[in-house]
């Protein structure tokens, strides 16, 4: 595993000036809120993972647990004289990864991560097979667990006696763009999502399994379009099933941002 950088800061944390305001003194509340002091001015507090660093003046009178708290949620604190000169840091552990792209890019680092991965994303394409397999009413052989895709092609032919996989792929596809711009926003790094690793599409993986859905939405259609009306089709079918097509995306974003969590946190 490569070596993590100290003190990475939470993605959405700010720095916490206290050196040249009306700050007084810096204390720990009762719900591990940073409470600043001022003068002639109410009192603010802070929650301690809006804060990525502290740079505060000599005369500040710090308490010992707000301290140590900053110590332990690895803000550091530069103390300075009123010249805005640095006299010295006080730096604590490292922060914990906390955002979906920190907890990425410490995963990818990681030899295991091959390994959880892959044992990860075959029970989430279990799972959502199961699932589909469930609402179109298709028996769950073990042929059908093995290649699901066929078996609902097949279903479908069976009940309207026409084939569907290119109208599930069209439909799949418009899935696969927005969970990608999903992803892009929620990490700000397309880089990690495609061959940041050898063999490495997290889009595709993804893609793939979220695709499962579109043959819920198409198993019960009695006609779909041919292929030259395909992809108006395939946008207004999906702009229909918006609401649908989201909270099964926000769903899967969160089963990975947990998996990540749980191996990297």
Request: net charge positive; aromatic share 6%; hydrophobic share 40%.
């Amino acid at each position: 595993m490569q070596h993590r950088a100290l003190h990475t800061p939470a993605m959405n944390a700010q720095p916490l000036y206290l050196h040249n305001g009306s700050a007084q003194r810096l204390d720990l509340d009762a719900a591990q809120r940073l409470r600043i002091e001022r003068k002639d001015l109410p009192e603010r507090r802070i929650p301690l993972h809006h804060v990525s660093r502290i740079v505060c003046s000599s005369t500040l009178d710090i308490s010992a647990r707000a301290l140590m708290a900053c110590m332990k949620s690895g803000i550091p604190l530069a103390v300075v004289d009123p010249k805005g000169e640095t006299l010295g840091w006080c730096l604590g552990a490292r922060r914990k990864e906390t955002s979906m792209r920190q907890l990425l890019t410490h995963a990818l680092d990681d030899q295991a991560w091959p390994t959880h991965y892959a044992d990860w994303l075959a029970q989430q394409h279990a799972a959502t097979a199961a699932q589909t397999l469930l609402l179109c009413g298709v028996p769950t052989t073990d042929a059908a667990r093995h290649n699901p895709r066929a078996a609902l092609c097949n279903a479908h032919f069976v009940k309207h006696q026409q084939g569907c996989a290119q109208q599930v792929d069209a439909l799949a596809l418009l899935a696969q763009h927005e969970l990608a711009a999903q992803l892009t926003q929620a990490t700000c790094a397309p880089e990690l999502l495609a061959w940041h690793r050898p063999g490495l599409n997290l889009i595709e993986d993804l893609g793939r399994v979220i695709g499962l859905h579109a043959h819920t939405d198409l198993h019960h259609a009695p006609l779909l379009p041919e292929a030259d009306k395909l992809t108006p089709w395939a946008v207004r079918h999906y702009e229909r099933h918006t609401a649908h097509w989201q909270q099964r995306i926000g769903q899967l974003m969160y089963a990975f941002e947990q998996f990540l969590r749980s191996h990297w946190l």
